[in-house]
């Protein structure tokens, strides 16, 4: 399950990030690099309407999942999101761009890594993630996956 629960976060590129507000719910669709924690980094515009809701509400949710329909597979998250800053911002535009070699140069890369800039890096932490996948485990069948197992090794 570990392992096909990564496959598809590594084989996949679109997050279907989930936010509340008091505006209601919303959905947007943000590129994403996974890093060890297990975190999934992406960025974003602070004017975007899912920004300004997980900057007053961090508890979020995600799904991720092939365009295909059949076998139906994918992943579902539920956990914290979070703006980045130095080291840490460092860190993922390292493995955003090493994932999206086609962003380089898009943005203003320095004043997003110090926080300065209208575009920022953000980590989303899972607490629950869940993996469906009916060639792995049978039709409508999903399993929740141990994040103990995808976290690295401590030295």
């Known amino acids: ?7 598809l976060l590594e084989e996949n590129r679109v997050m279907t990030l989930a936010t509340c507000s008091a505006e209601g719910p919303w959905a947007a669709p943000v590129l994403y690099a996974l890093q060890p924690g ?25 799904a991720i999942h092939p365009d295909q329909t059949r076998p139906l597979r994918g992943v579902q998250l539920e ?8 080291r840490e911002a460092v860190r993922a535009a390292r493995g955003y761009l090493q994932r999206f070699p086609s962003a380089r140069g898009r943005f203003p890369l320095w004043a ?16 629950r993630a869940y993996v469906l996948s009916e060639g792995d485990f049978g039709w409508g069948v999903r ?4 994040l103990d197992a ?3 090794a401590s030295p």
């Open 143 to 146: 399993q929740q996956v141990p």
């Open 79 to 86: 956990g914290t999101a979070r703006p980045l800053a130095g």
């Open 112 to 127: 997003s890594v110090r926080g300065t800039g209208q575009i920022r890096f953000f980590a989303l932490r899972p607490e």
């Open 38 to 62: 297990p975190e999934l980094v992406f960025m974003s515009r602070l004017t975007t309407r899912h920004v300004r809701d997980l900057l007053a509400c961090p508890r979020v949710a995600a």
């Open 150 to 152: 995808l976290r690295p």
């Open 1 to 7: 399950m570990v392992d096909v629960f990564r496959q």
